[in-house]
């Protein structure tokens, strides 16, 4: 009997706390190796990219324009997406996860060998629009791994997501700044290859690219399905078709498709089948969203200026650094990220709650962007990369950082705020839509606004970091929306039953 008192007495977060569930590791670790080609293809760019823009001549010669059209190339690869992931998403919970996965996978390998092979700046702008039109991963990804979850270990499995990106973002750096130009940086082994020297991007490109093929095979033969009920293609198609008719038919003879003997069960909520848009659109999941799409702005913004920054003369308001050292800084970046993300992101977030650490992440950038001007003036005053110089950066560095804390956080948010589970691939990909508009409108923006800075001298070349500090600041209100206690969807997809 006092057993019994002390069971149902027991706060349900602590004995759920003292019951957590094993993470199916050898599907987690697959899906966490799937999530690397992501980073990958994206920041593999960044070292190269100005150098890129200078190479194919479309600024002529004019060093303030470089950060524009960088922007722009950017940003095409999110427009692309954000017109295309909600439908991945939604196919996603109707056909399944790995067809999806698969295609993704198969569009970010043929992307990127295109965009090694692009020797015109239009043709790196449809190679980067096809990388964003054929990729509708990273919704469908985030999904799978709440769906291998449960609400005991979920903050455990998203203090690992992290390794996938950090990884990406330190070897994407390395592998574009050390394998752009090879016959240049390494003469004794690609100089007489002239395949190398008309292409000067495509080996740091092909890397990428064959590793998301290999990712392709690894889908294919290990990663199982996670939707209990796919249907196929066509069978999808045969659905849609008769529910269309159906409706036509009900408007035509002045009836409603939904009454008739089964009207009353229909509007129940069967936590077993995805839901419509409609029934998505509910306040916790647009709150969710809106929040994602905020964070991502700032962070592109911040992701996009970084290395144009370092790229741009120092008299021009820049540190002037190679492409190969812009690579480094940004690999110690991602090296840093994982390891700090993986031992420290679950303590915190367990001791000072989802909403607390969400805040402190977001409100840090104000201190990165603070960074820049700091770090070209000591730049000047100490005429070149100084120690002083080099461990500004490393502040920089460092305190960016934090910001990731808020990721874990929000994907925590938005896995809550799905109405049911089957509806999860939907939700991220709802999500996803506005993150990707952000990162479409975020990169051109930022690097357009670096470049007014520095060629008219607005607020003495510091015109973008106070926009992105303004930025910021609209991001800690709409954070202020969150719940301090995360909405219990298990608790829901009881009560619907």
């Known amino acids: ?123 790196a702008v449809l190679s980067r629009s096809l990388n964003g039109a054929l990729n509708g991963n990273i919704g469908v990804l985030k999904s799978m791994i709440a769906e291998i979850t449960d609400s005991t270990n979920i903050a455990q499995a998203y203090s690992y997501l992290p390794i996938a990106w950090s990884t990406g973002q330190a070897l994407g750096p390395a592998i574009g700044g050390y394998l752009s130009r090879p016959a240049e940086q390494f003469p004794e082994i690609f100089g007489h290859n002239q395949f190398l020297k008309d292409y000067p991007y495509f080996l740091a490109c092909a890397v990428p690219a064959t590793f998301s093929a290999v990712a392709f095979l690894v889908t294919f033969f290990f990663l199982h399905e996670t939707v209990k009920t796919p249907v196929t293609l066509r069978r999808l198609f045969r659905m849609r078709t008769s529910k269309a008719s159906l409706a036509y038919q009900n408007v035509a003879s002045g009836q409603d498709a939904r009454v008739g003997p089964d009207a009353q069960t229909s509007t129940k909520v069967d936590p077993s089948k995805p839901l419509p848009l409609r029934d998505i659109m509910v306040p916790r999941v647009l709150i969710s969203a809106f929040n994602y799409a905020a964070l991502a702005l700032v962070d592109i913004m911040l992701r996009s200026v970084q290395p144009v920054f370092f790229s741009t003369p120092i008299h021009l308001g820049g540190l002037g650094l190679p492409p190969y050292k812009i690579g480094r800084v940004l690999s110690i970046f991602g090296i840093f990220n994982g390891l700090i993300q993986i ?49 500004a950066v ?104």
């Open 343 to 391: 031992f420290f992101f679950a303590k915190i977030h367990d001791r000072y709650g989802t909403k607390r650490v969400y805040l402190v992440g977001l409100a840090s950038a104000l201190l990165v962007f603070a960074s820049f001007p700091v770090i070209n003036m000591l730049a000047r005053a100490e005429e070149g990369h100084s120690f002083i110089v080099w461990a």
């Open 394 to 497: 490393g502040f920089q560095i460092l305190t960016s950082i934090i910001i990731n804390f808020s990721y874990g956080c929000i994907f925590i948010y938005i896995t809550a705020s799905a109405p049911n589970k089957a509806s999860l691939g939907t939700v991220n990909g709802l999500c996803q839509v506005g993150v990707s508009l952000m990162r479409t409108i975020g990169p051109a923006t930022a690097n357009s606004l670096f470049s007014l800075s520095i060629s008219h001298q607005y607020l003495g070349g510091n015109l973008v970091y106070y926009v992105l500090a303004v930025m910021c600041c609209v991001a800690l209100y709409v954070a202020d929306q969150l719940p301090a206690k995360v909405w219990s969807r298990d608790e829901e997809e009881e009560s619907s039953r």
């Open 1 to 123: 009997m006092t057993v019994t008192n002390i069971d149902e007495e027991t706060p349900l977060l602590e004995q759920n706390r003292k019951k957590r569930t094993p993470i199916p590791w050898f599907q987690f670790i697959i899906l966490l190796v799937l999530q690397l080609a992501e980073p990958l293809t994206s920041q593999v760019i960044n070292p190269f990219a100005p150098q890129l823009i200078r190479d194919v001549g479309i600024t002529h010669g004019d060093e303030t324009k470089v950060g524009h059209y960088v922007g722009l190339m950017q940003s095409i690869f999110f427009a692309t997406q954000a017109l295309t992931v909600l439908h991945w998403s939604r196919l996603s919970d109707h056909l399944g996860r790995r067809p999806i996965i698969m295609t993704g996978l198969f569009g970010l390998s043929l992307s990127m060998y295109s965009f090694g092979l692009s020797t015109t700046y239009w043709g």
